[in-house]
């Protein structure tokens, strides 16, 4: 089938701003966006820009808005999106580099500022620190997280005012918050009490339906915002 | 599994007016159904119509029931006690409502100058509005 590929170019040297360049691309419905991408790079336009790397959903490379909607271009499928018209934009919140490649810099700082590294000064046991299956499973799902902004640059709060720390740092703090291990949960907890912290999140969703590894964001957010009310790491 | 706890962290000035906004938008509810239930009990159902009687429950100052089929509003519907929930309600929607327009501009202005002159207009229209409502209340 034919399917039409709508991506929103920019290129610092040449334009004064995006545009969209239209392309029109064979495809099957087993295809992925990515697969769209590459043969459009390869085939048509050598220079479209676009980050990509494992091709398989876990390096999070290739976060973008496909159709509206933040996604990672090699975990949708054509048939998935119910159009014979893609539109490819990179993602909103974070400046342009090149095409759909973003710079992620702000995204890593507020990433690096809740401390996202096991903290424990204790003196070390002789073979690992011990933890329980239930207290393993209390942040299991906070650790599927893989860094590829879908879910902070879905946040309309992100989007309105970039020092909002974002949903991808908190949930990164949480993952070492509920650590049983960890021995920094309350330095973190007092950086997501800071006015562009926790509170800033407005419950709106967008980050849980981004989110390609279906992590509870919202949820996260909640526990941290209940563990500052009441210190309970539980 | 062991109770893990922390120290709370101090209370900063958001998580105060994210707690804030939650119990005054409880309480605009809990003091609206207590100024309704409390009309009904005073025979509001043969006294006022529908859109008085929750006017009333949601401020009930004297001067929203004065045209009603109430006979004399002085001794039950016009008092210390009615002037007390009259407060408490503005005290809470205003609050809340500036409180909301201080979150909606910090959404957009980040650390800056703007930031703060805002932050300012916004407390003192809070107070201005403020004054203005305890000066109706006890004027009316």
């Known amino acids: 089938m034919k399917v039409t590929v709508k991506i929103l170019r920019y290129d610092p040297e040449k334009d004064q701003r995006p545009h969209y360049q239209t392309y029109q691309v064979d495809a099957e419905p087993t295809d992925w966006v990515l697969d769209l991408l590459e043969r459009i790079k390869g085939d048509q336009d050598g220079s479209l820009s676009f980050r990509r790397s494992c091709a398989h959903g876990i390096c999070g490379s290739d976060a973008m808005r496909i159709n509206g909607m933040n996604r990672l271009a090699c975990k949708t499928l054509l048939q998935d999106l119910h159009s014979h018209t893609i539109v490819v934009e990179p993602l909103l919140g974070l400046p342009i580099i090149k095409d759909l490649v973003v710079d992620m810099e702000p995204f890593f700082d507020h990433y690096k500022s809740v401390m996202p590294y096991l903290v424990n000064d204790e003196q070390a046991p002789m073979r690992e620190r011990l933890q329980s299956p239930a207290e393993r499973e209390r942040f299991d799902d906070t650790t599927k997280c893989i860094l590829c902004a879908a879910c902070t640059t879905s946040c309309p709060s992100f989007w309105a005012n970039g020092d909002y720390i974002g949903p991808a740092a908190i949930v990164n703090a949480h993952r070492f918050i509920f650590d049983s291990r960890d021995r920094a949960s309350s330095e973190r907890l007092r950086i997501l009490n800071g006015q562009f912290g926790v509170f800033r999140c407005h419950t709106i969703f967008n980050c849980t339906q981004a989110c390609p590894r279906e992590i509870q964001i919202t949820k996260a957010i909640g526990e941290v915002k209940k563990a500052i009310a009441t210190g309970n790491l539980d | ?140």
Do not use: C, K
């Open chain 2, 1 to 140: 599994m062991r109770t893990r706890t922390v120290p709370q962290p101090a209370m900063s000035f958001e998580y105060t007016l994210w707690i804030f906004t939650r119990i005054s938008g409880l309480g605009m509810l809990g003091l609206g159904l207590i100024g309704f239930v409390t009309a009904l009990i005073m025979n509001a159902r043969n006294l006022l119509d529908m859109n008085t009687l929750l006017r009333w429950s949601f401020f009930p100052n004297p001067n929203h029931v004065v045209n009603s089929n109430i006979p004399d509003i002085s001794p039950g519907w016009s008092n210390a006690y009615w002037q007390v929930m009259e407060m408490l309600i503005v005290f809470f929607g205003i609050s809340h409502g500036f409180n909301g327009l201080r979150v909606i501009i910090e959404d957009f202005i980040g650390h800056s100058l703007w930031q703060t002159i805002l932050r300012g207009a916004v407390f003192l229209l809070w107070l201005f509005f403020l004054i203005i409502a305890v000066y109706v209340i006890l004027a009316s």
